[in-house]
Nanobody
């Protein structure tokens, strides 16, 4: 069983940066880890995913070049560095885990509770 806990959200001005963390209670070293987000009134959408080895990463087009996903398996932690934040990045950000890479939320087995990110204009 894997439990995921996100942290690092908050309020930031447009153009600013935040780093989200996702700490896992179980061993996630063989899991692909992803970040999704959900804004009010919208469906949950894919943000980024990283393979268990860290060797492969994929990003949604709307965050490519601004966000970076990384992981430290020894710490059972995944990060999302978010730079050049825009008001449209405002959402609850969730981390998720599964055995292999995927960009569809329904494919993920384990989820955290989410952390709120608010970007003011």
């Amino acid at each position: 069983q894997v439990q995921l806990v996100e942290s690092g959200g908050g309020l930031v001005q447009a153009g600013g940066s935040l780093r989200l963390s996702c700490a896992a209670s179980g061993r996630i070293s063989r899991f692909a880890m992803a970040w999704f987000r959900q804004a009010p009134g919208k469906e949950r959408e894919f943000v980024a995913v990283i393979r268990w080895s860290g060797g492969s990463t994929y990003y949604a087009d709307h965050v490519k070049g601004r966000f970076t996903i990384s992981r430290v398996n020894a710490k059972n932690t995944v990060y999302l560095q978010m730079n050049s934040l825009k008001p449209e990045d405002t959402a609850v950000y969730y981390c998720a885990a599964r055995w292999d890479l995927a960009t569809v939320s329904d494919d993920y087995t384990y989820w955290g509770q989410g952390t709120q990110v608010t970007v003011s204009s």
